[in-house]
């Protein structure tokens, strides 16, 4: 009998053996193709899939596969300079510098940011959007980064909740859907004086875009107000695409979307807006003066991108590898799909 | 010396043991020990049990995690070492264990889980492991199995000391008091326990480093918690008794990052009180047991130690149950039981619920013949929140031969929404749902004899309308939904192995393994973090007045995401990790004794985690004093 029982002892130890697990890094060149990122979950952290641009290559992981080691959970977003990738993760205030093409680590940006968003780049100084404390509702401001050695070297006080944030000549426009509140503005900052201006949109305005008229054109998502005791739905304020002229800075068109009909997700491309509202993607032109009632493509999309007559999107999925789309816009077909990053989020196309 | 290991090696025994006893000497028994939760003691009828001692709890004394994770078939998965931590019976999940303490379900209403970080049983004269479903006894959540903590009475002369210390690394440290006197009519028990950690231990993650090229520290892991307990017991008369259970528990915590953000802040506070009156009269043929209880939660969550802002869940619960035997003789009974609860939750952000239940069951258990008992329950319970299926249990032991058994059980089992699941903000909370079900069968064999028990268990276990957080469309709001049905099918197997060498020297061994293959019944994959093989183990070695023992965990691979991506990011490694220890026996004389240990957790320095990016403590060190009078 001992000697079945030591038998089992060994059986089991093989079994289970103990190895830890190494990478072997590799180097590879993603500078042209598309990238998306994955905010993680408590499944694994955030992470950026690599396809190529004819989809035939994929490669999952390459921060992990070019450093060895995983970013931190969530990944917000991803900006670009002319040399280097700059990936937020909010939850862990960090900026990961990595080169644009191998996505090596180049460095950090880890002072001096609390639950950073967004980030774009002018010239040599970097402006990253920070929520703050995300219930504490007058704590947030820009930070502006000098790229040449990834510090923190002013911050700039905005309203509540900065998310995007686009620039144009040395002014930024930044979208403050509100952190965990609600907000409605869209603050214009003067990168030479720091000053702060701001114009009113509908509430919680999100993705942002100069039209081909230089025109501000805002999505803004609109509110849904619950019952504080029982969390029962109240009411809805109005999602809109709204455009701003922005040498007057006055909203100079407002497409409001029905009551209760949320919009999430907004891209331009060759003078057509495209843009998702509940399951669904629509599009009209920049100059229309209604929004469309003809559904062009109806998938569960959580980030978009257009380009080149073809529509790309994710759905993602916490527990298991994400959906990617591509869509022929076209003949408005799915024309590719495969498994990506875990919770993915943002499409990024590269040249 | 003898005396202390034959105690341990019966104590191992005594679950298979009672099950070949007839009732009337267990209710000798019952004459002199009053166990509040005498049923998973002794009445089990064809399903697993493991009986811990303070003996084997001691050896993994920092926490209730440990104590499980070493020395049961079940798998723990926490958040860090001291962080959030729940027990998995057979793949199931954290709400389909049920935690008992006397009898009690403990469960929160909030999230329907018990952590086994928030609570001490080291002053609990005992912990019963129950594998597989126990609804019909033990409520909502007894799907995969339940962890029964027992306070246990004596009414006899006698008066005992337990003192318990450890003080380890990281400034870990671990203690109780335990004192228990009484007489024939009372018996009285007090236990307090303190402990305390700054857990500031290195994360061994050579992958992972700061710009020194030094390992990152889990710098927010500090812990304290203290406990007291108080049971009273009066005999009125032999069979008529009546006890009164209270214990009292603060844990505070702060909550540690992990590998990709070692800095955060969060804190936690526990604090849980629970009291319990039992009277039992039994008389003829008639048995009587009234116990009514009062139970309080509280945790509050801080997202920044430094601030006072924090949110907070709070629960209070009273519970009446009566319940009946009547013997129609030594070898048969019916049993019926009547059970009233009302609960009362809220949080920061949800208004003050309430929920009534009650439960009707009833129970026949009976000998055919002397080598073959069975038994049938069955239980109905009306909530005012939902409908809850009405479950059964039949359960049988066939003897073969003296040293040889056959168990098998047949059960379904139920698991009740719970509040933060009907209700939870921003219209997230589902009202919707209906409680959780299974099905499921256990075939066991047994054998023991002098120096050796076996235990082996092959399960099999339907999980049907399990409640699944899910993301709604735009994916900005999750809400719970009665999604997935899963199979569980394994074997749980335990030996217990006990070989004196000579007069002074013995050796002993306990094995656990458990073979789990739990899959989801749309996609065929694996559920996540449950590993295929989980096996532990200890060998205690003791030769005159030294002691030694060597204690092992092993578990296999597991996947974090559901469509198990076998990819490095997305998988726990299987790991295997020893504790050694040795110690002195000063002096051994009847119950008294007097040991000092020295032991090395995590011997070999293996990098091992439980959930994603969170090592365990490397090589660490401990001595404790264990002082008995």
Not at chain 1, 145 to 174: A, Q
Not at chain 1, 210 to 229: A, K, R
Not at chain 2, 159 to 169: A, D
Not at chain 2, 253 to 272: A, C, H, M
Request: some cysteine; aromatic content about 14%.
């Amino acid at each position: 009998m001992y000697k079945q029982l030591i038998i089992l002892l060994v059986v089991v130890f093989s079994l289970v053996s103990c190895h830890q697990d190494s990478i072997t890094l590799v180097e590879r060149d993603y500078t042209t193709g598309i990238l998306i990122s994955g905010e993680g979950s408590g499944a694994g952290t955030g992470s950026v899939t690599y396809l190529s641009s004819d989809q035939s290559a994929k490669h999952q992981f390459i921060y992990l596969s070019a450093n060895g080691v995983q970013l931190g959970t969530f990944l917000q977003s991803i900006a670009f300079s002319e040399i280097s990738a700059y990936i937020i993760v909010d939850n862990t205030n960090t900026i990961s510098v990595v080169d644009k093409s191998s996505f090596i680590k180049t460095g950090e940006i880890k002072e001096d940011l609390k639950t950073p968003r967004f980030m774009t780049v002018i010239g040599e100084k970097g402006y990253v959007t920070n929520w703050g404390d995300p219930y504490n509702t007058t704590d947030d401001f820009i930070a502006v980064v000098d790229l040449s050695n990834n510090k923190v070297e002013k911050t700039i006080s905005v309203g509540n909740g900065p998310e995007r944030i686009i620039s144009k000549g040395n002014k930024l426009y930044v979208s403050h859907k509100g952190a965990y509140g609600t907000n409605n503005i869209i603050s214009i900052i003067d990168t030479l004086s720091d000053s702060v201006s701001e114009i009113k949109v509908e509430d919680n305005p999100d993705e942002l875009f100069f039209n081909s008229h230089d025109n501000l054109v805002v999505l803004s998502e609109g509110n849904t107000i619950y019952n504080p005791t029982d969390w029962s739905i109240e009411g809805h304020t109005v999602g809109a695409i709204q455009t701003i002229d922005v040498t007057s800075n006055t909203v100079i068109s407002s497409l409001p979307f029905k009551e209760g009909e949320h919009p999430s997700l907004m891209v331009f491309d060759a003078g057509e807006i495209y843009y998702y509202a509940e399951g669904k993607v629509f599009k009209i032109n920049e100059n229309d003066e209604v929004l469309s009632a003809t559904v062009l493509i109806a998938q569960n999309l959580y980030g978009m991108d257009v380009k080149y007559g073809r529509l790309y999107g994710v759905e993602p999925n916490y527990t298991a590898q994400s959906s990617f789309y591509v869509f022929d816009l076209e003949t408005q077909e799915q024309t590719f799909t495969t498994k990506v990053a875990l919770g993915a989020s943002k499409i990024y196309l590269r040249d | 010396m003898m005396k202390r290991c034959r105690t341990l090696f019966f104590g191992g025994l005594l679950c298979s043991a009672v099950v070949f006893a007839q009732n009337d000497s267990i209710n000798r028994l019952e004459k002199v020990i009053l166990v509040a939760d005498s049923y998973v003691r002794n009445n089990v009828v064809g399903q697993k049990t493991t009986l811990l001692t303070s003996e084997q709890m001691v050896k993994n004394a920092t926490n209730l995690t440990e104590i499980i994770r070493f020395n049961t078939p079940v798998s723990v998965r926490d958040y860090g070492n001291g962080g959030a931590s729940s027990a998995r019976f057979r793949g199931t999940s954290a709400e389909n264990t049920a935690v008992m303490w006397n009898g009690i379900n403990i469960n929160a209403f909030g999230n329907g889980q018990t952590g086994l970080n928030s609570l001490s049983l080291s002053t609990a004269d005992e912990i019963v492991v129950k594998s597989g479903g126990g609804s019909v006894k033990y409520g909502s959540g007894a799907i995969g199995g339940s962890i029964h903590a027992n306070d246990n009475l004596y009414f006899k002369k006698h008066q005992n000391l337990h003192l318990f210390g450890s003080y380890g690394s990281f400034n870990t440290t671990s203690n109780f008091l335990k004192t228990s006197f009484g007489s024939k009519q009372w018996a009285v028990k007090l236990g307090a326990s303190v402990n305390k950690s700054t857990n500031d231990y290195e994360l061994i993650d050579t992958r992972y480093k700061d710009e020194k090229g030094d390992f990152l520290t889990n710098n927010n892991g500090n812990y304290q918690n203290y406990g007291l307990s108080l049971s009273l017991g009066y005999q009125f008369s032999d069979g008529n008794t009546l006890s009164f259970y209270t214990t009292g528990y603060k844990g505070d915590r702060l909550f540690s990052g992990n590998l990709t953000q070692p800095e955060t802040n969060d804190k936690y506070i526990d604090v849980n009180q629970r009291n319990l009156w039992v009277w039992k009269v039994q008389k003829n043929r008639f048995s009587h047991v009234l116990k009514t209880a009062y139970l309080t939660q509280e945790y509050r969550y801080f997202v920044d130690k430094n601030n006072f802002d924090y949110d907070f869940g709070k629960s209070k619960r009273w519970l009446f149950n009566y319940d009946f035997t009547y013997f129609f003789n030594q070898n048969s009974s019916l049993n019926t039981f009547l059970d009233f609860q009302n609960i009362e939750g809220k949080t920061n952000q949800i208004s003050p619920k309430t929920r009534e239940q009650y439960a009707f069951a009833i129970g026949f258990q009976s000998f055919f013949m002397e080598q073959w008992e069975y038994n049938i329950e069955l239980k109905k319970e009306f909530n005012s929140a939902f409908h809850v299926p009405p479950v059964f249990v039949v359960g049988t032991n066939y003897t073969l031969k003296d040293a040889h058994e056959i168990l098998l059980n047949i059960s379904s089992n139920y698991r009740v929404p719970t509040l933060n699941e009907l209700y939870w903000p921003n219209n997230q909370g589902n009202l919707d749902l209906i409680p959780e079900k299974s099905n499921q069968v256990d075939l066991g064999y047994q054998y023991k004899n002098n120096w050796l028990t076996l235990k082996t268990t092959i399960f099999f276990m339907d999980v049907m309308d399990k409640i699944i957080w899910t993301p709604q469309i735009n994916s900005t709001s999750w809400k719970p939904i009665n999604l997935e049905e899963s199979t569980h099918t394994g074997v749980e197997f335990y030996s217990n192995f006990y070989y004196s060498i000579s007069n002074h020297q013995f050796i002993e061994a306990t094995t656990n393994y458990t073979y789990t293959m739990a899959k989801d019944v749309d996609t065929h994959k694996d559920l996540i973090f449950v590993p295929r093989h989980l096996f532990n183990s200890i060998v205690n070695y003791q030769n005159g007045n030294l002691t030694a023992y060597v204690q092992n965990l092993s578990q296999s691979k597991v996947f974090t995401t559901e469509d198990n991506l076998n990819h490095t990011a997305n998988i726990l490694q299987g790991f295997t990790v020893f504790n050694l220890g040795m110690g002195v026996l000063f002096f051994q004389d009847q119950a008294k004794s007097l040991h000092v240990e020295l032991s090395i957790k995590n011997m070999f320095n293996e990098l091992y985690s439980f959930s994603v990016l969170r090592p365990m403590p490397g090589t660490n060190f401990n001595i404790n004093i264990n002082y008995k009078l």
